[in-house]
T-cell receptor
Framework: TQLLEQSPQFLSIQEGENLTVYCNSS?????LQWYRQEPGEGPVLLVT???GGEVKKLKRLTFQFGDARKDSSLHITAAQTGDTGLYLC???????????WGAGTKLIIKP | DAMVIQNPRYQVTQFGKPVTLSCSQT?????MYWYQQKSSQAPKLLFH???????NEADTPDNFQSRRPNTSFCFLDIRSPGLGDAAMYLC?????????????FGPGTRLTVL
């Protein structure tokens, strides 16, 4: 059974600080996605990474896919209160259209 | 804009009173999913349809049923809601192609059971 371990589960930091969220597995994924979910809304896709070692940037957010395609990280620089939400990683394989979900990271940015 | 729509956004029902949640999509995706999400946890997949083919998760209670009358619409029926069924219910779609994994979510329906 493929699993995605996401850490930390909860993070509360001050505005302006940096943070990193991790998503790890013992299995290889052909793609890994990051979603952000604001309170009372559905998850919104932020990025998909598909190549080992790939780095993608979305303004202050940097996403990295591990060389072996077993892990990924999300780094936020100079966090803002608008970054508050639940961050979810999810991985997929070539043989399937479904996703394996991480447990989520609840992020609170304090002003 | 192509999107996933869920109605209602908020639903209140009584213990044991059947309730139906609806989802529609304009993305023309093959797959429609229903997830249950409880506070700040990852969404839990209940079941999904690939076109007309229904795929139930092994641990989804019989109390939950689904219908997909056409490509655009999918319904979640909770036959006898219990207090433990209070949650956010999320509908999502995807293209259903191997290796193409992006899922697109609706805004969710928050279900309260009194």
């Amino acid at each position: 059974t493929q699993l995605l371990e996401q850490s930390p589960q909860f993070l509360s930091i001050q505005e302006g600080e940096n943070l990193t969220v991790y998503c790890n597995s013992s299995s290889v994924f052909s793609s890994l996605q990051w979603y952000r979910q604001e309170p009372g809304e559905g998850p919104v896709l932020l990025v998909t990474v598909v190549t080992g070692g790939e780095v993608k940037k979305l303004k202050r957010l940097t996403f990295q896919f591990g060389d072996a395609r077993k892990d990924s990280s999300l780094h936020i620089t100079a966090a803002q209160t608008g970054d508050t939400g639940l961050y979810l990683c999810a991985g997929g394989t070539d043989s399937n259209y479904q996703l394996i979900w991480g447990a989520g990271t609840k992020l609170i940015i304090k002003p | 804009d192509a999107m996933v729509i869920q109605n209602p956004r908020y639903q209140v029902t009584q213990f044991g009173k059947p309730v139906t949640l609806s989802c529609s999509q304009t993305l023309n995706h093959n797959v429609m999913y229903w997830y249950q999400q409880k506070s700040s946890q990852a969404p839990k997949l209940l079941f999904h349809y690939y076109d007309k083919d229904f795929n139930n998760e092994a641990d989804t209670p019989d109390n939950f049923q689904s219908r997909r009358p056409n490509t655009s619409f999918c319904f979640l029926d909770i036959r006898s809601p219990g207090l433990g069924d209070a949650a956010m219910y999320l509908c999502a779609t995807s293209r259903g192609l191997a290796g193409i994994h992006e899922q697109f979510f609706g805004p969710g329906t928050r279900l309260t059971v009194l």
